[in-house]
């Protein structure tokens, strides 16, 4: 089973990006996803995640009211709508699911680099 993250890219401070994540080969409909960021020099960051039932979510103090975390009709696929950017959301960002305890994510796919310029 993979996660495959797409749509990172360059987006001047103020635009919108969204990021896709899906799942091939297997099903995480019922387990929670999430996106998690990593910029150079600093440490791994939760962006938001999302339960399996698409009705909790949790969002990193640095983004509330910015970013939002949906999952796809079919829960397999999670997207982060990220509006407002700034140049300190630049990173990469990845995706992952957590398949045995909730919270606690070991599958990841790819990271997508999104690039923010002032």
């Known amino acids: 089973v993979q996660l495959q993250a797409s749509g990172g890219g360059l987006v001047q401070a103020g635009g919108s990006l969204r990021l896709s994540c899906g799942a091939s080969?297997?099903?995480?409909?019922?387990?929670?996803m999430g996106w998690f960021r990593q910029a150079p020099g600093k440490v791994r960051e939760r962006v938001a995640d999302?339960?399996?039932?698409?009705?909790?979510?949790y969002y990193g103090d640095s983004v509330k009211g910015r970013f939002t975390i949906s999952r796809g009709s079919a829960r397999n696929t999670v997207y982060l709508q990220m509006n407002s950017l700034k140049p300190e959301d630049t990173a990469v960002y990845y995706c992952a699911a957590d398949t045995k305890i909730p919270g606690r994510y070991d599958y990841w796919g790819q990271g997508t680099q999104v690039t923010v310029s002032s």
């Open positions: 999302i339960r399996g039932s698409g009705l909790t979510t």
């Open positions: 080969g297997g099903t995480f409909s019922s387990h929670g």
